[in-house]
């Protein structure tokens, strides 16, 4: 087993998960959001260590890691956007102002030749359609995110390329 | 006969009010009467007043919930389940997470009334995982439940036993579909279940398990309190009580309205929701979530927002989402969109949904790329029409009604679309 244990929070964390649903494995879900939430996402060792340490196997694990769309099976950037890209915000602008962003990551990547600070996938409905169109950034939901305002939006959290 | 125009707030009755989330304000205005009420009554007194009241899931499938909750087997004395459905996630719809904002303890109420009618000790509310807010919201209205003595071994002081507990889910559409949701709830790929059995018999863990949206959950305390003749009495015949309608697309109002069923759609559009954006004209319409048929304007001159109404125009009520096209909007983006969401959300069991939902995303995608071939209409019309009634769940369905409705009703623009690429290529 590579990589670091699980700090004594999340490791008291998953102790309490695996009792607190009717089957260990109810548990899986919110384990692994537990352990993306302190870890960025959800790497091989974590599952060496919930097979070894709290008798998950790893192939109910993996299962789920797979599945879910939400579990990072890769190390995230500093802000990871989901942008809408469904019906509803596509008619209110989505793809314009997704163009627009993903200008600024690739126009940051040539000028610095290092990752950007954001990365950007398109999602499903995010359910918040009388404001779209939407996006998360990490877990800040924004609305009305046009190819007018992103830029304001983005300059909040890092600043953007000139 | 009901009345379809006078407009009653039951799940948006705390709409905008100050600290509308707390208890205290919720006991301020009757909340958790309708539960004691409720405990005084026999489980199947509950279930009899909610066959009376009409009132039908407010998910999507709209089956009659009272005769859903007498499925339950009553002389199996082992474990029952009651399981909210809050992975809100059809698209166009935002009504559960309304509920969440400003009624959540009108939904725990729901659930804990609901399930001592079905003789459940135990429930969950599911809820999508980017709702961050609504969930911690929800939690909290547990968590103040919990410390009012509304839940727990001994329901205010009746020495009825119901808990309840939050689960949240992880990015899969399939999981709005009370088997896939279940799977996901046992901690495994949220992949739905051949039925039957029906989740009432054998649901979580193969135990028997209620399923119901959460504004049909949220519906029940105003029942219980009310009566259910009052609530047949909002909404037509067939559609009883009101439902919360979410608009969106170039509107000048969009939201979430409160409105009783067999409402006008023309009303609602033009009024409520104040028409469309001034330079816009409405094109269509895709009256009840993403899998809805679309509807072209003259099928909306006269259409009523209920069940029948909505059937007889050959689309569904739906989950209530209004989803408004307007005469900017190219139908092969719509249709795109539309498929590329199911192909991504299908969960792969079955052969037709998985490969059908494929080959309308990848024909589409060819169309409109500028690649379209003479011919593509018919196909992507032949490949929907194979997919429908073949599968686990009502995914595959979901997909092909809304390809099909779009390919017949605009056959000619996409057929131009694919004619003129082909000429500049």
Request: proline share 5%; hydrophobic share 35%.
């Amino acid at each position: 087993m590579s990589g670091a244990p699980f700090s004594a929070g999340l490791a008291e964390k998953v102790k309490g998960l695996l009792k607190r649903y009717e089957t260990k494995r109810s548990a899986i879900l919110p384990i692994l959001h537990a352990i993306q939430d302190e870890c960025g996402w959800v790497q091989d060792h974590h599952i060496d260590i919930l097979e070894k340490d709290h008798g998950l196997p790893r192939v109910h694990v993996k299962e789920v890691l797979t599945f879910y769309t939400w579990y990072r099976k890769s190390p995230p950037r500093p802000f990871e956007i989901q942008f809408c890209d469904n019906v509803t915000c596509e008619i209110m602008g989505a793809k314009e102002a997704m163009a627009k962003i993903q200008t600024h990551i690739d126009k940051y990547e040539a000028q610095m030749g290092e990752k950007a600070p954001f990365r950007m996938i398109g999602v499903p409905c995010l359910c918040v359609c009388d404001g779209a169109p939407a996006m998360l950034v990490n877990k800040d939901r924004h609305l009305k995110v046009t190819v007018d305002n992103v830029d304001q939006v983005l300059a909040k959290y890092a600043p953007l390329p000139k | 006969m009901g009345d379809s125009l006078t407009k009653v707030k039951i799940t948006t009755a705390f709409e905008g009010m100050p600290d509308a989330r707390s208890l205290k304000t919720y006991m301020s205005k009757g909340g958790y009467s309708a539960l004691k009420k409720a405990l005084a009554m026999k489980p199947e007194q509950i279930i009899d007043e909610v066959k009376q009241s009409g009132l039908r899931g407010r998910g999507g499938a709209g089956f009659p919930t009272g005769m859903k909750w007498s499925f339950v087997p009553k002389d199996d004395k082992g474990a029952k389940y009651l399981i909210c459905n809050n992975d809100e996630g059809e698209p166009g719809t935002f009504k559960d997470r309304y509920i969440a904002e400003w009624n959540p303890h009108m939904l725990v109420e729901g659930m804990i009334i609901s399930g001592y009618a079905i003789g459940a000790t135990k429930g969950y509310i599911y809820t999508r995982v980017e709702f961050f807010d609504e969930i911690r919201w929800l939690e909290t209205a547990i968590r103040e439940a919990y410390d009012a003595g509304f839940l727990g071994d001994n329901v205010a002081g009746t020495g009825v036993k119901f808990h309840l507990d939050h689960y949240t889910g992880a990015g899969a559409y399939i999981c709005g579909e009370e088997t896939g949701l279940l799977s996901s709830l046992e901690g495994k790929k949220g992949q739905p279940k051949l039925k039957p059995p029906f989740p009432a018999v054998s649901g979580y863990l193969g135990r028997p398990t209620i399923v119901n949206n959460t504004e049909t959950l949220a519906t029940v305390p105003w029942i219980i309190t009310n009566g259910g003749a009052a609530h047949k009495a909002i909404g037509t015949e067939k559609s009883a009580g009101t439902k919360l309608f979410c608009i969106s697309g170039r509107v000048r109002k969009p939201g979430v309205y409160e409105l009783p069923l067999g409402y006008p759609f023309k009303k609602f559009l033009e009024e409520d929701a104040g028409g469309m954006l001034p330079g816009y004209k409405l094109k269509a319409c895709i009256p009840g979530g993403l899998s809805a048929p679309i509807l072209l304007p003259q099928e909306l001159e006269t259409l009523t927002l209920d069940y029948e109404g909505l059937a007889g125009a050959g689309s569904m009520l739906g989950s209530g989402a209004v989803m408004i096209i307007d005469d900017k909007q190219s139908m092969v983006d719509i249709l795109r969109n539309t498929v590329d969401f199911f192909h991504h959300e299908s969960c792969g069991q079955c052969t037709p949904c998985r490969e059908g939902t494929g080959w309308l995303a990848n024909i589409m995608g060819g169309v409109a790329s500028g690649k379209g071939r003479t011919g593509d209409v018919d196909k992507m019309h032949s490949v929907a029409k194979h997919m429908g009634g073949r599968t686990i769940c009502a995914l595959s369905d979901a997909a092909a009604m809304p390809t099909m409705s779009i390919v017949k009703k605009f056959e000619h623009e996409l057929t131009a679309y694919i004619e003129k690429a082909g000429k500049h290529a």
